[in-house]
T-cell receptor
Framework: DQQVKQNSPSLSVQEGRISILNCDYT??????FLWYKKYPAEGPTFLIS?????DKNEDGRFTVFLNKSAKHLSLHIVPSQPGDSAVYFC????????????FGSGTQLTVLP | NAGVMQNPRHLVRRRGQEARLRCSPM?????VYWYRQLPEEGLKFMVY????????ESGMPKERFSAEFPKEGPSILRIQQVVRGDSAAYFC??????????????FGPGTRLLVL
């Protein structure tokens, strides 16, 4: 039972344009959501997070949107840069648990120069 | 380096041997999580520890796997009598705590275990 889903295994975007990565979840107990970026042979790097009491959080080029009624979140990267090419993981946790993260399967983003 | 540290980065073991993976959390962090990424899969939670206590080990296989986080020193994930199916990347993450504003987990570079 996949509680966090990233339905697009890959995404290609032109440099300078917007990248939109999507994530859906099924567990209504999740109240904290994070996006991580991962390069091969490295650990996940934290990018941005959002609490369920908000619907938007912005940090530089990265913005995360949360739609609780649809159980959907998205990560927007504007403008996209070639260095953004990596696998992006969506993750979620709940205060009722030990805060362990449940991850999606990842989306490979390729930003073309 | 104030980040999460893991060693070794790569570990090769033969079937039946023991594997010990170490994790030093970020400075000031007392909460440690271990995750495993099997080939072609996402990261899966294994165990959550605070200093000297296992808080949640619901994701850890019941046999051959154990974890500790002593008062002094790094957290250790121990795999006894390794099998080929244990080959994976093992990631450690740490956080300040579980309350709002403390809960972001930061990851180490991982240990890649290969069982021959």
């Amino acid at each position: 039972d996949q509680q966090v889903k990233q339905n697009s295994p890959s995404l290609s975007v032109q440099e300078g344009r917007i990248s939109i990565l999507n994530c859906d979840y099924t567990n209504s107990m999740f109240d904290y959501f994070l996006w991580y970026k991962k390069y091969p042979a490295e650990g996940p790097t934290f990018l941005i997070s959002i609490s369920s009491i908000k619907d938007k959080n912005e940090d530089g080029r990265f913005t995360v949107f949360l739609n609780k009624s649809a159980k959907h979140l998205s990560l927007h990267i504007v403008p996209s840069q070639p260095g953004d090419s990596a696998v992006y993981f969506c993750a979620a946790s709940s205060s009722g648990s030990a805060r362990q993260l449940t991850f999606g399967s990842g989306t490979q983003l390729t930003v073309l120069p | 380096n104030a980040g999460v540290m893991q060693n070794p980065r790569h570990l090769v073991r033969r079937r039946g041997q023991e594997a010990r993976l170490r994790c030093s959390p970020m400075k000031g962090h007392s909460h440690v999580y271990w995750y495993r990424q099997l080939p072609e899969e996402g990261l899966k939670f294994m165990v959550y520890l605070q200093k000297e206590n296992i808080i949640d080990e619901s994701g850890m296989p019941k046999e051959r796997f154990s974890a500790e986080f002593p008062k002094e020193g790094p957290s250790i994930l121990r795999i006894q009598q390794v099998v080929r199916g244990d080959s994976a990347a093992y990631f450690c993450a740490s956080s300040w705590g579980r309350l709002a504003g403390e809960e972001t987990q930061y990851f180490g570079p991982g240990t890649r275990l290969l069982v021959l």
